[in-house]
């Protein structure tokens, strides 16, 4: 089972639910502004994928932040403006993987339980 953290709404992680089930994965959704994520699974994503790559600095809540903000400590920040996450954050076991790129696909692909 697959963990995916993303929003409802983002076309990107429509995309890696339809692509990951079709992999034949179960895919549990957990919509970040409905459902929120655990400080613990911040902490993890923080620890493997690193704040630079796991905070969504191009959005317009990134923009939208005083500077003190973007400087200070990014699970905070997570916290506060989930949204700002890189997604979809997908956590499968003890590994967890930050967008849907080529190289998440493939160290997912064959992977399914179909």
């Known amino acids: 089972m697959l963990t995916l953290y993303g929003l409802t ?24 502004r409905d459902d929120g994520i655990s400080d613990a699974t911040l902490t993890e994503a923080l620890r493997q994928i690193g704040a630079r790559k796991l905070l969504n600095r191009a959005s ?23 949204s700002l996450m890189k997604r979809p954050l997908i956590v499968d076991g003890a590994v967890i993987h930050a967008g849907w ?14």
């Open 9 to 32: 709404k983002c076309t990107t992680c429509q995309k890696a639910v339809s692509d990951l089930r079709d992999m034949g994965h179960e895919v549990a959704f957990h919509d970040v």
């Open 101 to 114: 790129t080529k190289a998440v696909k493939a160290a997912l692909a064959g992977q399914g339980q179909a």
């Open 60 to 82: 317009y809540t990134w923009r939208g932040l005083t500077e003190a903000e973007q400087q200070g400590d990014p699970l905070t920040t997570l916290k506060a403006h989930p």
